[in-house]
């Protein structure tokens, strides 16, 4: 059984920070990428950031680049994804998913992402 479960979600002020954490357990990840999307209110899910197996290759949205870094830790056979979140600002206000992709290669496509985790909630204030 594959578990994905995001933490660290929060209420913060505008320009503050926050890092979320994601806990990969049950069926292997290596050599998969993961990555973070989220939901705003009344919006769709879009992507986040991307980052592969190794940790070596990202990729973010524009909305978040230069504000948000994505990052694993693979040891020990198990996989811990983490956004650590900066310069925050109202419009990022959503719940953020952690998912893995079907394999590791990039995409910002939800179709390319097969196991997702519930969500942790995201609020930041003006």
């Known amino acids: 059984q594959v578990q994905l479960r995001e933490s660290g979600g929060g209420l913060v002020q505008a320009g503050g920070s926050l890092r979320l954490s994601c806990a990969a357990s049950?069926?292997?990840?290596?050599?998969?990428?993961m990555a973070w999307f989220r939901q705003g209110p009344g919006k769709e899910r879009e992507f986040v950031a991307y980052?592969?197996?190794?940790?070596?290759?990202?990729?973010?949205a524009d909305s978040v680049r230069g504000r948000f870094t994505i990052s694993r830790d693979n040891a020990n056979a198990k996989t811990t994804v983490y956004l650590q979140m900066n310069s925050l600002k109202p419009e990022d206000t959503a719940v953020y998913y952690c998912?893995?992709?079907?394999?590791?290669?990039?995409?910002?496509?939800?179709?390319?992402?097969?196991?997702w985790g519930q969500g942790t909630q995201v609020t930041v204030s003006s």
């Open positions: 980052i592969s197996w190794s940790g070596f290759t990202q990729r973010y």
């Open positions: 998912c893995r992709a079907r394999n590791n290669g990039y995409s910002p496509a939800l179709s390319d992402y097969d196991y």
């Open positions: 049950g069926r292997t990840f290596s050599g998969y990428a």
